[in-house]
């Protein structure tokens, strides 16, 4: 296969491996973690395969067309860095699929344990893949996603599921910042483009953009790398499975945030901003987070804080900008990778056969697991520094720069200083860790005897510490070549001169070394005491949480701003709001108008004005102020008036050349009068007089502000439209569509043609939405509960039935069924009448008036006068109604015929039509947007029945309900 | 017939307004029908070569004719999409309405009666 096919393999086998997991049984443990460790090593092997062109230092890259008018391009690109971390990725990823095959309980759902842990790995994957920037903030975003699942994979435990929701917060707060700031990049770069970004060092760092970004692009690294202050995440992250631990906070997650700072360490480091922003933040996270490490009673705490430690040196190593401390970052970040992922699983294994991890508890467990004791220690030694583990040489190179001069400030001459300190700290935890779990007397209290665990669950552990002697050991044939390609990857100009070997005479370094390990010891007895009485959390810190200060902004925000917010804006009344909003959008409107000068009427000649339009619109004002004036009491009323000046809209449309409107308006209204009569059933009566004389003056105040509102927009409106219907309208695209209905759209009916072919797309989306209201409706309705003054049968219905009790040979509800006998017949009928009315509506909907809506509202009025004639039982019994099916397949046609336009290579939804000759009926135009509107029709008929039907089946549930109140009345 | 369709647009916003800014539940379901008449007759109204009684919105068979004398197309295609959508709103807010009438055991549109 092709180098960059092979890339995209790398890519996109974990997130199948993740697809294929999700689907198998909950219970599948061996099986997943075969598939999981299996898309690891596969991933691994790709890498490897690479290995050589990438050394050559030529990156292998991935190019795919994504959106070219925006200048984005899907790509891949792997160079000596990204190398690096992908095989970290793979490699730990490999180790800690097996070691959590032996970790996770039977009982847990494993599959969906490794689906997730797939998932992560390919964000990670895509974070360091990435050959622009965009991308690389959507793998990152995916990362946190992936990483809150991990986190709360235990979900019935509360911990998890903070600790997992405050990771997700930290880090994807962090995520947006990040985005706005690689936005930023672009816009002064003018490309996303990180081989572009790379090389426009000069423009980034010149820019006025240039702090902004940083700042925001540092505090994405900043939340995703747990630095001061937003390490406090991190901690309780712990509440995930030991697995996830020794992944995310090893090799993974965490690194993340330090790939970016790398990734962009040669475009943006080495200015003073750079140094003062990422030097402070890297120093009081590598000083605290290993004080409080030496506290914690936890071991996963300990180790996680010792995580943070040593994140802030990485940090603050980048920070300083010159390329020796760049190299020394990278070979700590491998480092730490190595001996933090196998100290995580050795807390895992303690706490797997002891039962616990807190530190009060284990002691002297080295006589039951003197195998993992022995593999903890050295792991926990390479944490430490000492010399002879892969951590020492890193730690040397560290303390070298500490040492060097860089900007000459006090902070950089107090460097070294600091890193001793840090360095003593180190090695006061890493003691804390070995001697407190597997020396001392025999622990007491435990449930069962501890042992070793199973081979394979130790293997891990093995492999792992083997590499940290190595390369503690020979440096320089075994990383040595690895570390060389991450160089180039990261320093385009000739890496710096640097040494791997244990041993450089005895220089400052070392000393430093050596004062840091003789003041661990000395530290660690001087607290031990203090670490027995067993108190969590360190003397003055320990007050200091920084989840209770992540809680308090959280509900200072959530809760305290918002109640002032509304306090201060808000209202629970709705009429004021609405007397805002409507005042609002007049003056928007005016706005306009009066800044460029007043509005006119213009001079164009009127239409000749037939006395029957005037009487018509006599008519239709009077209806309208009569339902204005009777929807208080009269509601039957009012929706009659309404229903006049629907019906004078409609008539007002044919006669001013719109039929098709015509025919929509009169059809809706028919339905809108039909839903409105449902509703009022369920709706009491209004208590007539609630101010019995006078109202209140504060009322009558209200009222005629209102009324002098509505009578200004009023006129507003009416004048705005006397003016723009007496002024020409000079160009519009109305053309473009008469001329091309027919030569491109295959229709005469040019309404049609722009609903279903030219502007297609909106009138996908307009069906979406009237889907989504029929479902809310639907959904709304099924848990409906109406008001308790109307859940009695209504007054007729109680007459009749009482009519049939009282005669002897009748049953009650005769009379219902009797009833309006002639007109149900009738109404029966009428179906295949108003069926057939609908199809003609529908076939000839694209070159004369009718179409998909039209034809479907008529369809589902023949549904509703069945309804209205018999009752839902009787229709429920003869006629098989599906209007969630009908919805179901009318959307999905739709879809289908916009889709079908991707076979032939056009764009969603491009249409094609030509006449074709049907017997009997002649030439008739067939074009796709015919199928489309088959899938509107079809929607249009589900959605309007099912609103209908859930609205009429309101009935046979209560009556139900009543029947039972009226029985204890 | 300009001045007619003028006036009554702003009946029917005068109306459709003022049910609007009503207490009442139904009110405002009934404002918002009369409202959304209103809205649609006044983009109707926007129609290139004004108001015509008896212009073809439909094209001759067989070729386009005069491009002139067809109906403007385009207000007509946006309100037909919002005569549906206008019937989607109204059912959604009767629902509404009717569960809130049933929840909170009055029809005012805060969910409870203001005090007096």
């Known amino acids: ?969 | 017939m300009e001045i007619v369709l003028a006036i009554g647009i702003g009946i029917f916003t005068t109306s459709g307004v003022w049910l609007l800014l009503r207490p009442r539940t139904y009110q405002v379901i009934i404002g918002l029908a009369l409202l959304s008449y209103a809205v649609n007759l006044f983009i109707f109204a926007m129609a290139g070569g004004g108001l015509r009684v008896d212009a073809p919105p439909i094209l001759p068979p067989g070729g386009i004719g005069d491009p002139a004398a067809i109906a403007d197309p385009i207000p007509q295609a946006l309100v037909l999409t919002a005569i549906v959508i206008g019937f989607a709103m109204t059912a959604l807010f009767l629902v509404v309405l009717l569960a809130a009438r049933g929840r909170t055991g009055t029809d005012h549109v805060d969910g409870r009666e203001p005090e007096r």
């Open chain 1, 1 to 969: 296969m092709p180098h960059d096919t092979l890339l995209l393999a790398a890519l996109l086998l974990p997130f199948l491996g993740s697809l294929a997991a999700g689907f198998l049984p909950t219970h599948a443990r061996n099986s997943a973690a075969v598939l999981a460790g299996s898309v690891a090593v596969a991933g691994m092997a790709i890498t490897i395969w690479l290995y050589p062109t990438v050394a050559e230092g030529t990156p292998v890259q991935f190019w795919l067309s994504w959106l070219p008018m925006l200048g984005l391009d899907f790509t891949l690109r792997l160079d000596g860095l990204a190398w690096l971390f992908a095989m970290m990725i793979f490699g730990i990823g490999a180790l800690v699929v097996l070691y959590a095959r032996y970790y996770m309980s039977r009982e847990d759902p494993v599959p969906r344990f490794f689906s997730f842990l797939l998932a992560f790995m390919g964000s990670m994957i895509g974070i360091v893949l990435s050959g622009n920037l965009i991308q690389l903030v959507f793998f990152w975003e995916l990362t946190s996603l992936f990483s809150f699942l991990l986190i709360g994979y235990w979900h019935h435990s509360a911990s998890a599921r903070d600790g997992a929701r405050m990771a997700l917060t930290v880090t994807g707060t962090g995520g947006l910042c990040l985005l706005v700031g690689v936005l930023l990049i672009g816009r002064i770069v003018g490309s996303y483009d990180i081989d572009q970004v790379l090389e426009s060092r000069d423009l980034i760092v010149q820019s006025e953009l240039y702090v902004p970004a940083l700042v925001l692009i540092l505090l994405g690294a900043f939340t995703k790398s747990a630095q001061f202050p937003f390490h406090f995440w991190l901690p309780h992250a712990m509440a995930a499975p030991t697995p996830v631990s020794a992944y995310l906070h090893s090799a993974t997650m965490v690194k993340a945030g330090i790939f970016l700072l790398m990734r962009l360490w040669p475009v943006m480091s080495g200015t003073d901003a750079w140094f003062y922003m990422v030097v402070p933040a890297g120093l009081v996270t590598l000083i605290l987070g290993a004080f409080v490490a030496i506290f914690q009673q936890d071991l996963k705490g300990l180790l996680a804080y010792s995580t943070i430690s040593h994140l802030g040196l990485i940090t603050l190593l980048l920070g300083l900008g010159s390329p020796l401390a760049a190299v020394a970052a990278i070979f700590h970040t491998l480092n730490h990778a190595i001996f933090k992922a196998s100290l995580f699983m050795a807390a895992g294994i303690i706490d797997h056969e002891t039962g616990t991890r807190d530190l009060r508890k284990l002691s002297g467990l080295y006589r039951y697991m003197p195998f993992t004791a022995t593999l903890a220690m050295v792991a926990a030694a390479a944490m430490a520094g000492v010399p002879l583990v892969n951590g020492f040489i890193s730690k040397e190179m560290f303390f070298a720069e500490a040492v060097a001069d860089h900007t000459g400030s006090l902070l950089d001459d107090s460097l070294p200083y600091w890193a001793t300190l840090a360095g003593v700290f180190s090695v006061t935890y890493s003691l804390r860790f070995i001697l407190g779990v597997f020396f001392g007397p025999p622990p007491i209290g435990l449930a069962h005897r501890p042992h070793e665990p199973a081979h394979w669950m130790r293997f891990p552990i093995e492999l792992l510490v083997l590499i940290c002697l190595l390369i503690g050991i020979v440096p320089g044939l075994t990383v040595g070549p690895v570390l060389a390609t991450a160089v180039n990857g990261l320093l385009d100009a000739t890496p710096p001169y640097y040494s791997l070997s244990v041993w450089h005479g005895f220089n400052l370094p070392l000393m430093m070394s050596l004062i840091a390990m003789a003041g661990g010891v000395v530290l660690y007895l001087a607290l031990r005491r203090y670490l027995q009485s067993g108190i969590e959390g360190p003397p003055i810190l320990r007050d200091f949480k920084g989840q209770r200060i992540f809680e308090k902004v959280l509900a200072t925000l959530s809760w305290q701003w918002a109640r002032a917010a509304e306090f201060a804006l808000g209202t629970r009344h709705l009429q004021p709001q609405m007397r805002i909003v409507i005042t609002l959008a007049v003056v928007a409107a005016l706005a306009p108008f009066i800044a460029n000068g007043a509005v006119g009427t213009g001079d164009k000649p009127g239409t000749a004005l037939p006395p029957a339009f005037a009487l018509l619109w006599l008519i239709g004002g009077a209806c309208a102020l009569g339902a204005a004036y009777q929807a208080k009491y009269h509601r039957f009323a009012a929706l009659v008036l309404v229903g006049g000046a629907g019906l004078v809209t409609c008539i007002t449309f044919v006669w001013l050349s719109a039929p098709d409107l015509a025919v929509t308006q009169l059809l809706v209204e028919i339905v809108t009068t039909v839903l409105l009569l449902l509703g009022l059933r369920w709706l009491p009566k209004r208590i007539e007089d609630v101010y019995p004389t006078r109202p209140p003056l504060k009322v009558l105040l209200r009222r005629y502000v209102d009324i002098t509102i509505a009578c200004g927009l009023g006129g507003v409106m009416a004048f705005l439209a006397y003016c723009l219907m007496t002024r020409p309208l000079n160009s519009s695209v109305s053309r473009f569509f008469v001329e091309r209905a027919y030569s491109e759209g295959g229709g005469t009916n040019i309404i049609n043609v722009i609903l279903v072919d030219f502007r297609g797309f909106d009138t996908m989306g307009e069906i979406v939405v009237l889907c989504l209201a029929a479902l809310t409706v639907f959904a709304l309705l099924r848990r409906f509960r109406p008001a308790p003054e109307s859940i009695r049968t209504p007054e007729q219905q109680r007459i009749q039935n009482a009519y049939d009790e009282a005669s002897p040979d009748r049953s009650p509800g005769d009379t219902v069924a009797d009833y309006m006998l002639i007109p149900r017949l009738i109404m029966h009928w009428l179906f295949p009448v108003i069926a057939v009315m609908a199809v003609y509506l529908f076939m000839r909907g694209h070159d004369l008036p009718g179409g998909g809506f039209a034809a479907g509202i008529t369809l589902s009025i023949a549904f509703v006068v069945q309804y209205m004639a018999s009752g839902a039982r009787w229709v429920e019994d003869h006629l098989r109604v599906l209007p969630l099916r009908w919805m179901g397949l009318g959307l999905l046609t739709s879809c289908a015929t916009g889709v079908g336009s991707w076979w032939f290579g056009y764009p969603f939804l491009t249409s094609h039509f030509q006449y074709v000759e049907v017997p009997f009926i002649g030439k008739m135009p067939a074009a796709s947007a015919l199928l489309f509107d088959l899938g509107v029709f079809a929607l249009v008929v589900g959605a309007t029945v099912l609103i209908l039907i859930a609205l009429a089946h309101q009935s046979l549930r209560s009556s139900r309900a009543s029947q039972a109140a009226e029985g204890g009345d």
